[in-house]
């Protein structure tokens, strides 16, 4: 069946480090690609997306691309701030228009000032 | 606009009790999602909701999980009765309209510990 496996935590960096979280999936066809976050005390929230194969999906500072030949999606971000401390959780939704999400573990990120 | 809201946000109960959860989804959502999060893994979906009806509920443990939406609003999501590995975060999310172009808007949750 369709799964997701990312990169296990938790992760502490310091300020202004650069972030690599990865995450390869398995599912047949080309399924969306997601990116959700969880701040401490609030709810998931999409923090980026990918729908088909190249494509790269981008969001305050967060970069990944859909790379079909690898099977990753692979979440990046350049310079870290104290701010982004929150757990990061990459999700599939199969194709064929079902909407269904599909999630990793998800990994803690901890960012010191 | 307001967001996905549930109630209540944590529930302490005792094994072979029941419980039941709330959610009421963003105005204007057709479709509706329960996701169970166990400690330490993603969220695994319970049942979805298109309206009233629903989609899919092929991973709801149906012996002891029901839920519906009545009206094609707000949910509601029972577990009867609660056992021990029912221990989890239950998320709420709705979006305007099936496929993976809309996107999900999920609630804070609720906490469920049975003791």
């Known amino acids: 069946g369709d799964s997701v496996t990312q990169m296990e935590g938790p992760v502490t960096l310091s300020e202004e480090a650069f972030l690599t979280i990865n995450c390869t999936y398995t599912a047949t066809g080309y399924p969306s690609l997601f990116w959700y976050v969880q701040y401490p005390g609030e709810g998931l929230q999409l923090l980026l997306k990918a729908t088909k194969a190249d494509d790269k999906g981008s969001n305050k500072g967060f970069e990944a691309t859909y790379r079909k030949e690898t099977t990753s999606f692979h979440l990046e971000k350049g310079s870290v701030q104290v701010s982004d401390s929150a757990v990061y959780f990459c999700a599939l939704s199969p194709q064929g228009g079902s909407e269904k999400l599909v999630f990793g573990k998800g990994m803690k990120l901890t960012v010191n000032p | ?115």
């Open chain 2, 1 to 115: 606009e307001a967001g996905v809201a549930q109630s209540p946000r944590y529930k302490i109960i005792e094994k072979r009790q029941s419980v039941a959860f709330w959610c009421n989804p963003i105005s204007g959502h057709a479709t509706l999602y329960w996701y169970q999060q166990i400690l330490g893994q993603g969220p695994k979906l319970l049942i979805q909701f298109q309206n009233n009806g629903v989609v899919d509920d092929s991973q709801l443990p149906k012996d002891r999980f029901s839920a519906e939406r009545l009206k094609g609003v707000d949910s509601t999501l029972k577990i009867q009765p609660a056992k021990l590995e029912d221990s989890a975060v239950y998320l709420c999310a709705s979006s305007k309209d099936r496929g993976p172009y809309n996107e999900q808007f999920f609630g804070p949750g609720t906490r469920l510990t049975v003791l």
